[in-house]
């Protein structure tokens, strides 16, 4: 380890925005993964839990994409699959 002060900052920093990207990340996979178990379910009351985790999950990837945490075309790239799993678990 480096005793060089601004040396000592910038690893601090790092691992402190290192922890923040992990808590979007993890949060992004757990909305996402919440999201396809309510597409499995196929009753009617699921719909509006259903558009509640998209949107959720939506909010969370635009949200990691604005703060840097996510590329854009990585934000781009989720949302595209999740819309895609929408309309092929409308036609079934």
């Not at 703060?67 to 079934?92: E, P």
Request: hydrophobic letters at 40%; a positive charge.
């Amino acid at each position: 380890m480096s005793k060089n002060l601004s040396a000592i900052k910038k690893n601090q920093i790092s691992l402190r925005n290192r922890a923040i990207n992990k808590i979007y990340k993890s949060a992004i996979k757990t909305l996402t993964k919440k999201y396809l178990l309510s597409l499995k379910k196929s009753d009617s009351l699921n719909i509006d839990s259903r558009k509640f985790y998209l949107s959720a999950v939506y909010q969370k990837i635009d949200k990691a994409v604005k703060k840097g945490v996510l590329h854009k075309n990585n934000g781009a790239r989720k949302k595209a699959m999740l819309a895609r799993l929408v309309k092929t678990s409308l036609s079934m």
